[in-house]
């Protein structure tokens, strides 16, 4: 395979891996999906590309001659579309989240496992430079055994609203929990440590008028302590505090790292700071090594999304199907350790702040137990299993917020500031060097 042709479903955050394959050698996008007309003529003007076929609907899009899929769509559908792809005999890049159920998880694991297909789970924060300099230290051995370790993904989204969810009062957005968007704090830990998470503990932040204002019904943040299976403790936060901060922070027995902090770019954790002399104690200046982690080949991490981890995250999965043995990717059971902490966090809160066990999907025989667990805040998928959004119950919001959140998207995507964004990034343009 000379390059690997790759269909998108998804035209808005779709654009960054339509970016990557505009920028690699290694890829070619054939195909576009989105129900969404006005975001399939925006890519049509955006890319100009007779040889880019257009679809409006999943069911003729999948029929498509190609050798993968980049599932952009709405966070909580992501396993059905995977499914139905990998079924068809196509390799699967799956934005977050990885499922919204555990009759959803399970499927997926048996569906990755009969069909041998790449699936790999698009968990960009991993490939951040600085948390990614971390997980070549710790994998090297450089601070010893992992003892404790936070990760910190806070996204004041207020002012772009508007633009996630344009008015539709049952976007994914609006109707997920405090702990379901957790794998850009959770998952460069377990990408760094490669350890398992087995319990969880759930914090939910508080329902306030920053979030009703804007139509959101779950609480403003959502913290996991989760318990790994060699005895050591991940506090993982993430949701719309005041001020945003993307964060990673691990100790080990003989060493600590973290990345650059106060007052970091969101996006753009790009130094790390390591104390790994086996000196314990007192640290003085002479004892602490930071440094900005080389960027990637051609600087082309510059021109992409989230620190240049959105390049990366897919050169890895295009890397893997064409047969690179060292491609790094998430895989689905990886993709479950980083995804199922936010899942039972919330079935923790609703118990009342309880440890809950997290469910090792490895094991064909604990899969029995939940393969018919549809219990989510989806009504399209929850059944009989139903649960609200927030743990005192499923705030009321007047119609007229999402009304006049519709009103302001009338004005075109073209004034859309989180589409121009999109579009713009991974952009490369010598010229301007
Ligand atoms: N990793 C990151 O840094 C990052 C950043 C932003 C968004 N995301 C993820 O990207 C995904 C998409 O998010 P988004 O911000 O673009 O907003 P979104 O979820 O509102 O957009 C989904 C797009 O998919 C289209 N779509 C959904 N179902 C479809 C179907 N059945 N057929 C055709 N089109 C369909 C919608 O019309 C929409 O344009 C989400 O999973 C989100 O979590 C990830």
């Not at 698009?122 to 992992?146: D, H, R, S, T, V």
Request: glycine share 10%.
């Amino acid at each position: 395979m000379e390059k690997v042709r790759i269909g998108v479903l998804g035209a808005y955050r779709g654009t960054s891996m339509i970016n990557y394959c505009e920028a690699s050698s290694k890829a070619k996008v054939v195909a576009i999906c989105d129900k969404w007309l006005d975001a399939i003529e925006a890519q049509k003007k955006n890319l100009n590309d007779d040889s880019i076929t257009y679809y409006d609907n999943f069911e003729d899009f999948i029929e498509h001659d190609m050798d993968a899929v980049i599932l952009a769509n709405y966070a909580n559908e992501h396993a059905p579309f995977a499914i139905r792809c990998l079924n068809k005999g196509l390799n699967v890049f799956s934005e977050v989240l990885p499922c919204q159920t555990m009759k959803e998880a399970v499927e997926l694991i048996e569906t990755v496992e009969k069909t041998g297909k790449v699936y790999a789970y698009g968990e960009n924060y991993c490939y951040m430079l600085a948390p990614y300099e971390m997980k070549k230290l710790y994998q090297e051995g450089k601070i010893g055994e992992f003892e404790y370790g936070e990760g910190e993904y806070i996204h004041n989204c207020e002012n772009i609203w508007t633009s996630l969810t344009y008015g539709d009062e049952n976007h994914w957005r609006n109707n997920k929990y405090s702990t379901f968007y957790c794998t850009h704090s959770l998952g460069p830990i377990i990408h760094i440590t490669g350890l398992r998470p087995i319990s969880v503990t759930g914090f939910e932040g508080t329902m306030n008028k920053r979030r009703l204002n804007v139509g959101d019904k779950g609480g403003s943040f959502g913290i996991e302590m989760v318990l790994l299976e060699n005895g050591g403790i991940i506090k993982s936060i993430h949701g719309g505090l005041y001020k945003n901060s993307v964060w990673y922070s691990v100790y080990g027995s003989k060493g600590r790292m973290e990345t650059a902090r106060e007052d970091a770019k969101a996006g753009e954790v790009s130094k790390i700071y390591v104390n790994a002399d086996e000196y314990a104690g007192e640290y003085g200046e002479e004892h602490l090594e930071s440094y900005e982690p080389k960027g990637y080949a051609d600087n082309l991490d510059k021109y992409f999304g989230h620190g240049g981890s959105d390049y990366y995250c897919m050169d890895q999965f295009v890397k893997k199907i064409l047969g690179e043995n060292d491609a790094d990717i998430i895989d689905v059971y990886e993709a479950m350790d980083m995804f199922l902490p936010g899942m039972f966090a919330y079935r923790s809160i609703l118990n009342g702040g309880i440890p809950m066990d997290i469910p090792n999907l490895r094991d064909k025989a604990v899969r029995e137990k939940f393969r018919n667990d549809t219990m989510c805040t989806d009504p399209n998928v929850a059944g009989d299993k139903l649960i609200p959004t927030f743990s005192k119950g499923t705030p009321s919001i007047p119609k007229s917020v999402y009304e006049a959140q519709k009103k302001e998207m009338e004005k075109g995507l073209e004034n859309d500031i989180y589409f121009k964004e999109a579009t713009t990034q991974g952009k490369i343009n010598k010229e301007s060097e």
